[in-house]
């Protein structure tokens, strides 16, 4: 049976969005509480710093210290906060994982008391006249300038960051997921809550529940424990398919570009953004899965023995697939005078698979390196809450063991055919500060 097909969805007071899989396989209990919105250029730094202000503290425990306190006298809960990109959304997540109180003694009523204090984090921050502190926000925008900052420091995640922005700059994707450093002047207290307010006005809130719980226990408590907030108004109104892919338009009329940075470097990072014709909610996504596994997502793959071991062109060289929006990223280092023979050597890998030049051992070590990722991540009580989540944002539903079963189904004729809609649409090179050719597209 499908695990997501286990997921029980209720509403509370048909406002708050609970989703909850019941099952023995954890002794914790894990909460995932989501609140979402589209990408914009506009909002995105400070719905970045929204999750991290929360975690400042409360209004009945105000200092963080405090308020971590809290949580560990729970028979040591945890909680966790975190800007995310999902596709063409951005969202704000908060985790939680508390020990389930069947297993310990004299705990009753410990999940109703985390989930208290739970939804104190999301709807009850402390304030100073009605807005956020400003000795907290001067804080933490220290901190999100550190977290962009460190982002440009990693020259890799540097390049696969610009790469993404690059391929899907007049996209949602495109937008950075922590916002930018040029933002966080213009952000005061009263700006912040007043977005804070307008996220919880405009965006359903999700919450997701796995563990050994019992179903209407679980939906008395969350009544319970957020019903207090039930003024706050949630828009219900939001499409199942939240999430645009934006796929195949792009594999006519575009033309194939070349972007070169040029920064303090002393090796060159070369990535490419490839437009597919799958993605997430459609029947072949498992063959572009293995796809992207024999192109570059192992030790056995194309790029890593041919660009890597073979040629010696590059010191990493791997492709990763973003399954909402149907691109991959394929992201190596190299030396800089060997840019025109790696990306020749790279293109050629891509060709190779559109023409069928796949074996047979490429094909079955790649089935089998991501049956055993499936089953990892099967082990991991967050992977369900992911998968019921894309679901809801592309109206497909998939879990652990079905995407198991269609890798192990996928034959070599299905990825060749996926092959065909793949076409390299960006080539992005960061490099030196030496002269670089002029036949580029784009010289930042």
């Known amino acids: 049976m499908s695990v997501t097909s286990n997921w029980m969805t209720d509403r509370v ?80 997540e ?37 807005v956020f502190r400003s000795d907290d926000l001067a804080a933490e925008i220290t901190l999100h300038r550190q977290r962009i900052e460190n982002v440009v420091n990693d020259k890799i995640a540097y390049a696969g960051e610009r790469c993404a922005q690059e391929l899907c700059k007049d996209e949602p994707f495109g937008i950075s997921r922590l916002g930018y450093i040029e933002d966080l002047a213009f952000i005061t ?14 965006s359903a809130l999700h919450i997701y529940i796995v563990g050994a719980v019992e179903v209407s226990q679980i939906k008395e408590i969350c009544s319970h424990e957020f019903g207090r907030f039930i003024n706050l108004d949630f828009n219900l109104n939001h499409s199942k398919k939240a999430v645009e892919t934006n796929t195949a338009r792009h594999l006519v009329d575009q033309n194939e570009r070349i972007v070169i940075e040029q920064m303090d470097v002393g090796q060159g990072k070369l990535n490419f953004g490839l437009r597919t014709s799958s993605s997430y909610d459609k029947d072949d996504y498992l063959a572009l899965v293995v796809y992207n596994g024999i192109l570059g997502g192992f030790p056995h793959s194309k790029l890593f023995i041919n660009v890597r071991e073979k040629s010696s062109l590059a010191y990493y060289a791997s492709s990763r697939i973003e399954g909402l929006k149907g691109v991959i990223f394929i992201q190596s280092g190299i030396q800089i005078s060997n840019f025109e023979r790696a990306q020749t050597i ?28 499936y089953m990892q991540s099967d082990d991991q009580p967050f992977t369900g809450a992911v998968l019921q989540m894309y679901s809801r944002f592309t109206g497909r539903e998939r879990s652990v063991a079905e995407m198991i079963r269609d890798v192990q189904q996928v034959t070599k004729e299905d990825v060749v055919r996926v092959a065909q809609g793949v076409q390299v649409e960006l080539v992005y090179f960061l490099r030196d500060k030496e002269e670089v050719p002029q036949n580029a597209s784009a010289h930042i």
């Open 13 to 92: 007071e048909n406002q708050i969005h609970l989703h909850i899989l019941p099952t023995e396989k954890y002794k914790m209990v894990s909460v995932l509480a989501q609140l979402e919105c589209s990408l914009e250029r506009d909002r995105a730094t400070k719905i970045a710093l929204i999750p991290q202000v929360l975690m400042r503290g409360t209004e009945h425990y105000p200092e963080p210290t405090a308020l971590i306190r809290a949580f560990d006298d729970l028979y040591g809960a945890a909680i966790g906060a975190r800007v995310n990109k999902h596709g063409d959304r951005q969202t704000v």
């Open 94 to 130: 908060f985790t939680m994982q508390v020990a389930h109180e069947g297993y310990l003694p004299n705990a009753d009523g410990l999940f109703a008391s985390a989930m208290n204090l739970f939804a104190e984090v999301i709807f009850q921050p402390k304030t100073q006249q009605g």
């Open 189 to 202: 207290p009263m700006s912040l809550y007043e977005e804070y307010q307008q996220l919880l006005k405009n």
């Open 346 to 373: 790279i293109k050629q890998q891509v060709e190779d698979m559109r023409r069928g030049q796949i074996t047979d051992d490429e094909l079955n070590f790649t089935k089998k390196g991501l049956v055993n990722q």
